[in-house]
């Protein structure tokens, strides 16, 4: 997963640490989302992964005061915090598809961002672990795929 995290920072001009706390989110919302035989078989093709969504945060979204409205950290931290707050709202693919965008903006990725660094996620992945294995996560997870293609 370092390679992909190098290759995000180059290209996208992220930090490392919001590449992989990004990138850390984004596989945790792939192990909840998709059967625990597709994800073993994912997480096995992908060096460093369990280590990294370890290593991310419990929750990619800003943390939340007492009166438990979200804290922002910077424009990517208040954007993650709107996206996730109208990701409820809306509900259904929409809402899951503004959720993805929420979690990486509350990472630190922005708005602009998101779908390239989706798209370079995908492509990574199925370099790694093959079109066939990514091909059935993306179908249980079709706002990942259709933000990818929307960069």
């Known amino acids: 997963m370092e390679e992909f995290i190098q290759m995000v ?9 919001t590449a992989r706390s990004a990138t850390g989110g984004l596989l945790t919302m792939i192990r909840d989302r998709v059967g625990t035989k597709d994800f073993s078989e994912l997480a096995e093709k992908l060096p460093g992964a369990e280590e990294m969504m370890r290593q991310a945060p419990a929750q990619t979204a800003p943390p939340e005061k007492a ?23 809306a509900g259904g693919p929409l809402g899951s598809a503004m959720s993805l965008t ?4 509350g990472a630190g990725v922005g708005l602009g961002q998101a ?15 093959g079109a066939g294995l990514v091909d059935r996560v ?3 997870i079709p706002e990942l795929g259709k933000l990818a293609r929307a960069s």
Do not use: D, Y
Request: hydrophobic share 45%.
């Open 9 to 17: 920072t180059s290209r996208l001009g992220l930090g490392a640490s």
């Open 67 to 89: 009166t438990g409205a979200p804290e922002p950290s910077g424009a990517a931290g208040l954007l993650g915090g709107l996206m996730s707050k109208a990701a409820s709202a």
């Open 102 to 105: 929420g979690l990486l903006g």
């Open 115 to 129: 779908g390239s660094f989706v798209t370079m996620f995908v492509e990574f992945v199925k370099g790694k672990a």
């Open 138 to 140: 993306l179908g249980q």
